[in-house]
């Protein structure tokens, strides 16, 4: 794999690991004090779905965004802490792709979208407000976040866009038939990647501690 060209994240520092502990702290403590096997989005709809990939204006590198195609995949919406539907909270998508390779999961929140919002969570009673995947994904040309926008009728729009750029669209999300067996999915994209999008090792160590602690608890 070529080297990140943006230089972005390449000289995050160690604190990663103390946030990365801070958040294993907090998904222990709403495990200990909530009864349901997933202490962060205890509950969500899951459908199963299409993600039709229109192909990029401008190369990342990574196949899955760059070229057209069409997956099936299954999808979750969620509440982040599971608060009644008239107090505001963190709205997630989560997405599973079947690819030829296995799963890969995406997951989606509630941010902005500006240059430093888009690494902002935001709590809303809105569950059509835009979603990001918080932190960037490693491609051959450099970083990318990607964005998730509902339409309101079922389907999302997915963007992608370098650390501070434009958003560029490259597919459509469409939900279908919701499932019942949603407990037997468990989504995790440090186990479960889709091709090209690969984790820095900062948000390894900010995330596995917190995903660690929450595959216990399942």
């Known amino acids: 794999m070529q080297p990140d060209r943006t230089g972005y994240l ?4 160690d604190i990663s690991r103390l946030a990365g502990g801070a958040l294993a702290t907090a998904t222990h403590a709403l495990a200990t004090v909530r009864t349901a096997a997933k202490p962060l989005h205890p509950s969500g709809k899951v459908f199963h779905g299409s993600l039709r990939r229109l192909g990029s204006t401008a190369s990342t590198g990574v196949a899955w965004l760059d070229e057209p195609g069409t997956d099936d995949v299954e999808v979750r919406l969620s509440r982040a802490v599971g608060l009644p539907d008239a107090l505001p909270d963190i709205h997630g998508l989560a997405v599973r792709v079947h ?13 902005g979208t500006r240059r430093l919002t888009r690494y902002l969570l935001t709590a809303t009673r809105d569950p059509g407000r835009p979603m990001t995947t918080l932190l960037p994904y490693r491609t051959p040309t450099g970083a990318v976040l990607l964005r998730a926008d509902g339409a309101g009728d079922g389907s999302f729009e997915l963007c992608w866009a370098r650390p501070s750029g434009p958003w560029t669209a490259f ?16 989504f995790d994209p440090l186990l479960h990647r889709v091709p090209g999008l690969e984790q820095y090792d900062a948000v390894v160590r900010l995330r596995e501690p917190a995903y660690r602690r929450a595959r ?3």
């Open 10 to 13: 390449r000289a995050m520092p």
């Open 99 to 111: 690819g030829p390779d296995g799963p890969g999961d995406l997951l989606f929140a509630n941010t």
């Open 171 to 186: 597919a459509t999300l469409q939900l279908g038939e919701r499932q019942d067996d949603s407990a037997r999915l468990s």
């Open 216 to 218: 216990r608890t399942r």
